[in-house]
């Protein structure tokens, strides 16, 4: 049972969890004899008792909570921008057959980031992060190792400027491996914070979707790069992210193929496209995904009990604390905390907006960004998204991808149903997980 406002999640016997139903706050400290009638099957003394134990919970502010974080939004405002996600190429040696990015090139044609812009989006970064000590730049693309020069080149320039300026980077790349060698492992293990490989599962399933230029699968020539990149980075921080589709929607067998070519720090996340394509996954797909979701569910149990070390991304909740009240209210910080820059210096909310004209935000050169749009997105919070004001999982989501939201329903502040629907299903999955790892770890059965 989850409380949505105080975020507690209780373990209760059926009797408790139906009389929630029969429940409204503010409660009296004795049951009223409607309810004892409602429940005269049980014993008067256990549905008294479990009335008093649910009435001690509301008592302590842990059920039937009040709305708490309204507050934090009348003190949400710009914030300084403390992340960057640099598009250093336009371009790709695969074409993915579900890209968001036009196979690589946004629709803008290919092309790569040379040294001076990808300085100068340090210097935009720094200008822009306020009092922000601790900033982060992630490199992607397409494929960032196209423009590997210019990853070095923009490394060594942010370092320079971190004892003039009191600001610390904190680097990731997202590679799909196909440029990979011992010169690049090495560099990434020694300078990235963090490491993205991209890899779908399954040779089957990988190369299915996940092809060269030439239409051949990938699979071959990028796991062995991917192994020998995570053997050497030892407890540096990574995971293989992969997408899956309506071609696997048996994607828990591609986290245990994953897992068993050596790779424990998972992430196979649904497909976001047009639903006409062959691959998308619709509403007719749901019950499958979430039956798929409650198998891998109970795999993922299973090795934290035998502790194997198998983390799956989406099914990573602490509940103890949990992000802060406004991460919770308006999520990743896209287009206020977090932006991207592309090959020419154009800023973005975020890379899902890179090509979309209208949500251009300025120029890493003129140093210019939107004041407009920063509050725009600023202010994008669960409260302005009708759908998530009455979501159980609002504070979890917070609202959702603005970029999907904008790409699927036409409104960044309309919430993506397909992917709202998953995203509840995840959790569920999640906090399901950390009640029976409990119950398991103090040996209590129900």
Same mark, same amino acid.
């Given at each position: 049972?989850?409380?949505?406002?105080?975020?507690?999640? %209780?373990?209760?016997?059926?009797?408790?969890?139906?009389?929630?139903?029969?429940?409204?706050?503010?409660?009296?400290?004795?049951?009223?004899? &409607?309810?004892?009638?409602?429940?005269?099957?049980?014993?008067?003394?256990?549905?008294?008792?479990?009335?008093?134990?649910?009435?001690?919970? #509301?008592?302590?502010? *842990?059920?039937?909570?009040? =709305?708490?974080?309204?507050?934090?939004?009348?003190?949400?405002?710009?914030?300084?921008?403390?992340?960057?996600?640099?598009?250093?190429?336009?371009?790709?040696?695969?074409?993915?057959?579900?890209?968001?990015?036009?196979?690589?090139?946004? %629709? *803008?044609?290919?092309?790569?980031?040379?040294?001076?812009?990808?300085?100068?989006? @340090?210097?935009?970064?720094? $200008?822009?992060?306020?009092?922000?000590?601790?900033?982060?730049?992630?490199?992607?693309?397409?494929?960032?190792?196209?423009?590997? =020069?210019?990853?070095? $080149?923009?490394?060594?320039?942010?370092? &320079?400027?971190?004892?003039?300026?009191?600001?610390?980077?904190?680097?990731?790349?997202?590679?799909?491996?196909?440029?990979?060698?011992? !010169?690049?492992?090495?560099? @990434?293990?020694?300078?990235?914070?963090?490491?993205?490989?991209?890899?779908?599962?399954?040779?089957?399933?990988?190369?299915?979707?996940?092809?060269?230029?030439?239409?051949?699968?990938?699979?071959? $020539?990028?796991?062995?790069?991917?192994?020998?990149?995570?053997?050497?980075?030892?407890?540096?921080?990574?995971?293989?992210?992969?997408?899956?589709?309506?071609?696997?929607?048996?994607?828990?067998?591609?986290?245990?193929?994953?897992?068993?070519?050596?790779?424990?720090?998972?992430?196979?996340?649904?497909?976001?496209?047009?639903?006409?394509?062959? #691959?998308?996954?619709?509403?007719?797909?749901?019950?499958?995904?979430?039956?798929?979701?409650?198998?891998? $569910?109970?795999?993922?149990?299973?090795?934290?009990?035998?502790?194997?070390?198998?983390?799956?991304?989406?099914?990573?909740?602490?509940? &103890?604390?949990?992000?802060?009240?406004?991460?919770?209210?308006?999520?990743?910080?896209?287009?206020?905390?977090?932006?991207?820059?592309?090959?020419?210096?154009?800023?973005?909310?975020? %890379?899902?907006?890179?090509?979309?004209?209208?949500?251009?935000?300025?120029?890493?050169?003129?140093?210019?960004?939107?004041?407009?749009?920063?509050?725009?997105?600023?202010?994008?919070?669960?409260? *302005?998204?009708?759908?998530?004001?009455?979501?159980?999982?609002?504070?979890?989501?917070?609202?959702?991808?603005?970029?999907?939201?904008?790409?699927? !329903?036409?409104?960044?502040?309309?919430?993506?149903?397909?992917?709202?629907?998953? !995203?509840?299903?995840?959790?569920?999955?999640?906090?399901?997980?950390?009640?029976?790892?409990?119950?398991?770890?103090?040996?209590?059965?129900?």
């Amino acid at each position: 049972m989850l409380d949505v406002e105080s975020g507690a999640v %209780h373990l209760v016997d059926k009797l408790a969890y139906d009389m929630l139903e029969h429940l409204t706050p503010p409660l009296e400290q004795e049951p009223p004899k &409607s309810l004892l009638q409602a429940f005269s099957s049980y014993p008067e003394e256990e549905v008294a008792e479990t009335y008093r134990e649910l009435y001690r919970l #509301w008592e302590d502010g *842990q059920l039937f909570a009040p =709305d708490g974080h309204d507050v934090f939004v009348e003190k949400l405002g710009l914030s300084p921008v403390k992340a960057m996600c640099l598009n250093v190429s336009h371009d790709c040696n695969l074409r993915c057959a579900y890209c968001f990015a036009g196979k690589g090139d946004y %629709h *803008q044609g290919r092309m790569v980031m040379d040294a001076r812009t990808g300085k100068q989006a @340090i210097d935009y970064l720094i $200008a822009a992060s306020g009092d922000r000590e601790r900033l982060e730049v992630d490199f992607f693309g397409g494929e960032p190792l196209l423009a590997f =020069d210019t990853v070095k $080149a923009v490394v060594d320039y942010a370092r &320079s400027r971190e004892p003039e300026t009191g600001k610390r980077f904190r680097f990731t790349i997202t590679t799909n491996g196909m440029l990979l060698d011992d !010169e690049k492992i090495d560099y @990434i293990n020694r300078e990235m914070s963090n490491v993205v490989l991209s890899l779908d599962g399954r040779k089957s399933v990988n190369d299915k979707v996940r092809a060269r230029i030439d239409g051949t699968g990938c699979y071959d $020539a990028v796991v062995p790069k991917f192994q020998k990149l995570v053997q050497r980075r030892g407890d540096g921080e990574y995971y293989v992210r992969g997408t899956f589709t309506k071609y696997n929607k048996d994607f828990g067998q591609d986290v245990l193929a994953l897992y068993d070519l050596g790779f424990d720090q998972v992430s196979v996340e649904p497909v976001v496209s047009d639903p006409k394509e062959p #691959w998308a996954l619709t509403e007719e797909d749901l019950p499958e995904v979430f039956a798929e979701y409650d198998r891998l $569910a109970s795999i993922i149990l299973d090795h934290r009990l035998r502790k194997t070390g198998l983390n799956f991304f989406h099914f990573m909740l602490d509940l &103890s604390q949990g992000p802060c009240a406004i991460k919770r209210l308006r999520g990743c910080g896209c287009g206020n905390e977090y932006v991207a820059v592309t090959p020419d210096g154009d800023v973005y909310p975020c %890379h899902q907006f890179v090509g979309m004209e209208q949500w251009r935000m300025g120029n890493v050169f003129d140093g210019t960004l939107d004041k407009d749009k920063k509050a725009y997105f600023a202010a994008s919070t669960i409260y *302005q998204k009708p759908d998530c004001r009455q979501c159980w999982a609002k504070f979890y989501c917070s609202g959702g991808c603005n970029a999907n939201n904008f790409r699927y !329903e036409g409104d960044v502040r309309k919430a993506h149903t397909l992917s709202c629907e998953m !995203e509840r299903k995840r959790l569920e999955c999640a906090i399901g997980i950390k009640a029976a790892q409990l119950l398991r770890e103090q040996e209590v059965t129900v």
